[in-house]
């Protein structure tokens, strides 16, 4: 048995690019025939290859899902929002009609908006659950109880209170999240657990958002010259395309340069928060979890991955997955040992269905 002491990666990834390509060309020449649809089976193609090649004590997980469950949850998804919209919309109308007001016409489309809202939220809950359900480790999978809408509506209060507090409740909220992400899962028999204290990494938080504020204002004001400029262009008689052309290139231009700069700004705090996560959550007594990761290699992640996808025109997503995979193993720890002897099945209830909802109004995480 290793000692708790004892610090060495959780997963080993032996996967190759080669391999990452052939399933992309394959996906891709598939989902072009299909008119797309078959990109729920790309996704299941690509989480049973990364699945397969991660090793944790010489033993490889195994990734159960299937594109038709994809492709059922994306379908429900559908039916459920497309429903809240004829409603929403239905009762909008027969209420401007039944009191003349376009106030309270307005009130159902303010809740379809907050559902929406919460959907998304619980989407991510619900994703998790679903691929929880459906990895194994020598024969052993994982699970997740609670709900996900209780989840979308927890976040949604906890983002008004974030924007009652001008952001400055945004650590609690990360944390009290994660919380209840992280304790509601299991795998097998034990559960998984996180405590979080928020006042760790406010600090820094404080730093950061300080910094994205001045960011903010000094390319707003240089964005502001800019506009002003065009104004001006635009008084010289022939020059009438130039204002919406410099306008547009200035709006381009802020937005690209608040982006990476708020990225590489933010990046201090995030790995301080994911370093703050892992090293306070742990699998029942036997696993203690850690991470290494730090500014410097999260931002080089970051951009390298922002650079490949933008150079390549999409076609380097494979090298993207790749060194995703590489830095997880690369920066995620663990202390102790878990014996799959003593490891019991899951008793929690899977999903019958894939992560629709995310699918639907997200775009579905690296995978």
């Given at each position: 048995m290793n000692s708790l002491d004892e610090k060495r990666p959780l997963l080993i990834y032996d996967g190759t690019l080669?391999?990452?390509?052939?399933?992309f060309f394959r996906n891709l020449v598939l989902q072009i025939v299909t008119l797309g649809i078959y990109?729920?089976?790309?996704?299941?193609?690509?989480?049973?290859?990364v699945w397969s090649r991660m090793r944790f004590q010489d033993e490889r997980f195994?990734?159960?899902?299937?594109?038709?469950?994809?492709?059922?949850?994306?379908?429900f998804a559908i039916v459920v929002v497309f429903s809240a919209v004829f409603a929403a919309g239905a009762l909008s109308v027969v209420l401007r009609m039944l009191t003349k007001s376009a106030a309270l016409g307005w009130l159902p489309v303010i809740a379809l908006y907050l559902l929406?809202?919460?959907?998304?939220?619980?989407?991510?809950?619900?994703?998790?659950r679903y691929r929880l359900s459906r990895t194994q480790w020598c024969g052993i999978r994982g699970g997740m109880t609670g709900s996900a809408l209780g989840f979308g509506v927890r976040a949604l209060l906890y983002a008004?209170?974030?924007?009652?507090?001008?952001?400055?409740?945004?650590p609690w909220t990360s944390m009290r999240l994660m919380e209840c992400r992280?304790?509601?899962?299991?795998?097998?028999?034990?559960?998984?657990?996180?405590?979080g204290r928020a006042w760790v990494v406010y600090g820094l938080f404080l730093v950061t958002f300080v910094g994205?504020?001045?960011?903010?204002?000094?390319?707003?004001?240089?964005?502001?010259?800019?506009?002003?400029?065009?104004?001006?262009?635009?008084?010289?008689?022939?020059?009438?395309?130039?204002?919406?052309?410099?306008?547009?290139?200035?709006?381009?231009?802020?937005y690209a340069l608040f982006s990476i700069g708020t990225m590489l700004i933010r990046g201090f705090y995030v790995a301080a928060l994911t370093r703050h996560v892992m090293g306070n959550t742990s699998l029942g007594s036997q696993l203690h979890f850690g991470s290494n990761v730090s500014v410097a290699r999260l931002l080089s992640l970051q951009c390298g991955n922002l650079a490949i996808i933008v150079f390549t025109l999409g076609?380097?997503?494979?090298?993207?997955l790749h060194r995703l995979m590489r830095f997880a193993v690369d920066t995620l720890q663990v202390s102790g040992y878990l014996d799959p002897h003593m490891l019991g099945q899951s008793t929690v209830a899977a999903p019958l269905t894939g992560e629709g909802m995310l699918n639907l109004l997200d775009h579905g995480g690296a995978f």
């Open positions: 080669g391999d990452l390509y052939g399933i990109r729920f089976w790309a996704t299941t193609n690509n989480r049973r290859y195994e990734y159960m899902g299937t594109g038709g469950e994809l492709f059922k949850g994306f379908l929406i809202v919460m959907l998304a939220a619980g989407a991510f809950f619900g994703a998790q008004l209170l974030c924007v009652v507090t001008l952001g400055q409740m945004t992280i304790n509601a899962s299991s795998f097998g028999s034990l559960a998984f657990r996180f405590k994205v504020v001045v960011l903010f204002a000094v390319l707003f004001m240089v964005f502001l010259k800019g506009a002003l400029a065009s104004m001006h262009v635009g008084q010289v008689p022939g020059a009438s395309m130039a204002p919406s052309r410099a306008a547009l290139g200035s709006l381009f231009l802020f076609l380097g997503a494979p090298i993207v």
